[in-house]
T-cell receptor, first 114, second 109 residues
């Protein structure tokens, strides 16, 4: 029984570069969430998918951010033209429709923009 | 928007002591979870508790939805309990999840 996995675990990039992160949810989970967490803060909601449909997006998700879940399984989060303010931990979680909605989190991808 | 406030923000305990962490929220919620974030950043599920009381070993939690608060009790604390404890709520009718700012717990040996 594997949990939520994320890849890569760490990413260092230069300002202006594009980066893409991947999240693989728990296999039977059809809900998937992305969050961003900066140092000393709680995670902030970015977006939510049910199957392949992106149903909710935060205003935090600027035009430089895009998320996809093309086949309702894994998801990708892309940041274009990275800025130093994008440095954060990016967390993914999944849950199951029809159950309690309890979310299970992956280990996160730590992004550093230099 | 909904406000989620956790108290205290920081807590230092001697090993073996008991503690109570509080989470207040300003609107009706569908779900409420408590998490422990370890030093490597992993969020570990403690309780899913939109209402009522649950216990798991030395930890227990109570949510009083009508009064919009939840409590996490840690008894006989251990050094491995150190870390940040978050409560997170899902707004009624939606899926947006709001986290509190967390309680940073340090348990001294």
């Amino acid at each position: 029984d594997t949990g939520v996995s994320q890849d890569p675990r760490h990413k260092i990039t230069k300002r202006g570069q594009n980066v893409t992160f991947r999240c693989d949810p728990i296999s039977e989970h059809n809900r998937l969430y992305w969050y961003r967490q900066t140092l000393g803060q709680g995670p902030e909601f970015l977006t939510y998918f049910q199957n392949e449909a992106q149903l909710e997006k935060s205003r935090l998700l600027s035009d430089r951010f895009s998320a996809e879940r093309p086949k309702g399984s894994f998801s990708t989060l892309e940041i274009q033209r990275t800025e130093q303010g994008d440095s954060a931990m990016y967390l993914c979680a999944s849950s199951l429709v029809g159950q309690s909605g309890e979310q299970y989190f992956g280990p996160g991808t730590r992004l550093t923009v230099t | 928007g909904i406000q989620v406030e956790q108290s205290p923000p920081d807590l230092i305990l001697q090993e073996g002591a008991n503690s109570t962490l509080r989470c207040n929220f300003s609107d009706s919620v569908n779900n409420l979870q408590w998490f422990h974030q370890n030093p490597w950043g992993q969020l570990i599920n403690l309780f899913y508790i939109p209402s009522g009381t649950k216990q798991n070993g030395r930890l227990s939690a109570t949510t009083v939805a009508t009064e919009r608060y939840s409590l996490l009790y840690i008894s006989s604390s251990q050094t491995t309990d150190s870390g940040v404890y978050f409560c997170a709520v899902v707004l009624g009718g939606g899926f947006k999840t709001i986290f509190g700012a967390g309680t940073r717990l340090f348990v001294k040996a």
